[in-house]
């Protein structure tokens, strides 16, 4: 009957430019199975690293001319009858997404080699994940978020069970499908009742409903938006939404934890930046108030718990709420700095999550399972750009000057100031030094013990016995010309292909000495260039977020 | 003549319920992923419900998608429960390989 009376149906016009990124992926993603499958595991690993990076190389420069396309005017535009927006925090996201999966491939070529697990699963599941961010980014449509949502958290449950050789790795898999499931379905649950409410599924049509129709009772609505920022806030790992996140970090090959980490928070924020943003923008009165407690909830837990941790991993899902908490500050500001605030910090944290758990995977040793606070002891010493890079990294995870991480931190309490809620603040601020204790720890841990006398539990036992009186000098030579490589290279598009040849090739000669690929050096080498150039050096990438921030 | 909305509403409320409060308290791996598709069809029912009422076709397109999205997704979970399984079996599942080729 409703199917007969919606007559004039007119087939959409498929704008495939506006998608080439996530086409580009999904592509890419379908030769690397179809390679896999059709050479039987012959190809080495090398080749389908190769393939994922170059795949995420294509949709990076196809973002870069997205970005071009929509920055100039300044008027985004919408794609298959209005249900993507291509704007430039869309084309943003799409970057990111792309510097993500280049890095990423990198990261878990050396893991996958170490490990000898063959064959372009981890690569072809990343690539699909990271479409599934972009298109929760782009998504005018909440069927569209719902879509890009699963397309991002299918892979990933697939991937934190990817390592059949551990138990761990199985449950991880197994907790975070149900529970993301779980938060699927809820997410589904408000977005119908957001429909029976508005009487559309599209973005930009609530928005148009909830400006012109003042509602006096709308129940329904409001516990539409409630139930999708429950969906939300599971995904990004929010208290009280984050049972999940220490057992899957922990559980899930390190790689795949650290691409899970950086590519959840960035579709997750993403769609939740647009949807509170932009279409429930005027129910603000409603969602702030939430919005403060669960920041407070989630910024809290996330430094206490992680100051009990001895796992590396466990304490870095810790720190990964703890960072959810302050991209909330942002939210919670509800205004333009807050936004662009958020957005900074999003970029910055994936990078940082990224690198970090890249250190992890070294440091694990074959087998993966050396994550203990015990394992880095004196690791610096063993190793001493490796441990200078994870001491960049945490320190700017905890918001040292210099690093784009304290600026990060900066920012959003900045915005949080700025609308008025310096409890919050304070708070934030607070929590923040707290949670600095326990990176500081592991900081102190690398440096200042004697290498020597935890000889039998070192993971790297061929790196310990290399040790010699002239590593400290090439130690101090390397990372300053690494910085100041890194300001040359410091526009975010170039960065990863120039610090892949420059550093990767003058690491080279150590890292085969060491047994660690120099694929992941070179990953480690990019996020660490990242956090200190644009840290020392912030204008591009503030100005960047700046103007992706203009929501349609 | 027709049933009047409140009813379906009710209905995909209680069915909703059930499988949230279902998959929270049953330990039955199986079990909780029924649950979740109990809690996903009673959001179909709450679209197709008011896609009557509002006499908009676009409820019932997204039924399609969170139906296809729903099979999609316990593909995946059954293939993790499988790979559990085989590995809880242990040794007798893992060794049958050596007689390959």
């Known amino acids: 009957m409703i199917l007969a009376s919606a007559t004039g149906f007119a087939v959409p016009h498929i704008d495939y430019t506006a998608i080439l990124p996530e086409l580009i992926l999904i592509g890419g993603s379908l030769v690397l199975l179809a390679a896999g499958a059709l050479n039987v595991r012959h190809l080495p690993t090398r080749v389908y690293s190769l393939l994922s990076g170059a795949t995420g190389v294509a949709a990076l420069i196809a973002g870069i001319v997205l970005w071009q396309k929509v920055h100039g005017g300044g008027h985004p535009l919408t794609a298959v009858a209005h249900s993507l927006v291509i704007d430039g925090f869309s084309t943003a996201f799409v970057i990111l997404s792309a510097c993500i999966i280049i890095v990423s491939s990198a990261i878990a070529d050396g893991y996958l080699r170490r490990e000898g697990i063959a064959g372009p699963e981890f690569h072809a599941l990343a690539l699909l994940g990271a479409s599934g961010a972009m298109l929760m980014a782009a998504a005018n449509d909440f069927i569209v978020i719902f879509l890009g949502l699963e397309i991002m958290s299918i892979p990933l449950y697939v991937l934190a069970a990817l390592d059949q050789r551990r138990a761990e790795s199985g449950e991880a898999g197994m907790k975070y499908f149900v529970l993301g499931a779980f938060s699927s379905a809820i997410f589904v649950y408000g977005i119908a009742l957001t429909y029976g409410a508005t009487g559309s599924t599209n973005l930009a049509q609530i928005a148009g409903y909830l400006a012109t129709n003042v509602s006096t009772s709308n129940g329904l609505l409001l516990a539409g938006a409630g139930l999708l920022l429950v969906g939300f806030l599971f995904k990004v790992a929010a208290v009280p939404f984050h049972m999940w996140t220490p057992d899957v970090y922990q559980g899930a090959p390190t790689p795949a934890t650290g691409f899970m980490a950086a590519i959840a928070k960035v579709g997750g924020f993403a769609a939740l930046l647009r949807v509170f943003f932009s279409s429930f923008h005027s129910l603000e009165a409603s969602w702030q108030p939430i919005l403060w407690v669960v920041a407070v909830l989630t910024l809290v837990t996330g430094a206490v718990l992680g100051l009990v941790q001895r796992d590396v991993k466990r304490m870095l899902a810790y720190s990964s709420i703890n960072h959810a908490g302050f991209i909330l500050l942002g939210l919670q500001a509800a205004s333009r700095e807050g936004m662009s605030a958020s957005l900074y910090y999003v970029f910055v944290y994936a990078f940082l999550v990224l690198g970090s758990f890249a250190v992890i995977t070294v440091v694990g040793g074959r087998g993966d399972t050396s994550h203990a606070i015990e394992s880095y002891r004196g690791l610096a010493r063993r190793q001493p750009l490796l441990g200078f890079g994870f001491a960049v990294l945490l320190l700017a995870q905890a918001g040292a000057p210099f690093t784009t991480g304290f600026l990060g931190k900066l920012y959003v309490v900045e915005a949080a100031v700025r609308s008025h809620s310096y409890a919050l603040a304070v708070i934030a601020m607070l929590t923040g030094a707290v949670a600095a204790a326990f990176y500081l720890r592991v900081v102190f841990v690398m440096y200042s013990l004697p290498a020597g006398e935890a000889a039998p539990a070192m993971a790297l036992a061929d790196g310990g016995a290399l040790a010699t009186g002239t590593e400290p000098a090439a130690a101090v030579a390397a990372p300053a010309g690494e910085s100041r490589g890194g300001v040359l290279v410091a526009a975010p598009p170039e960065a990863p292909a120039g610090a892949a040849t420059g550093a990767g090739g003058g690491l080279r000669l150590r890292a085969a000495s060491l047994g660690i690929a120099p694929s992941t050096l070179a990953g480690i080498a990019v996020t660490v260039l990242f956090t200190l150039a644009l840290g020392i050096w912030p204008a591009p990438l503030f100005s960047f977020v700046h103007a992706a921030g203009l929501l349609f | ?101």
């Open chain 2, 1 to 101: 003549m027709s049933v009047p909305a409140d009813f379906y509403l009710t209905l995909s409320a209680v069915m909703f319920t059930i499988g949230a409060v279902g998959l929270l308290v049953r330990r039955n791996v199986l079990v909780m992923f029924m649950c979740v598709e109990l809690m996903l069809n009673a959001a179909n029912l709450a679209f197709i419900t008011f896609a009557r009422e509002l006499n908009d076709v676009g409820g019932q397109i997204a039924v399609f998608f969170v139906l296809v999205v729903a099979a999609a997704e316990v593909v995946v979970g059954l293939g993790i429960i499988v790979a559990i399984f085989r590995r809880r079996v242990g040794a007798t599942a893992d060794d049958v390989h050596v007689l390959k080729g």
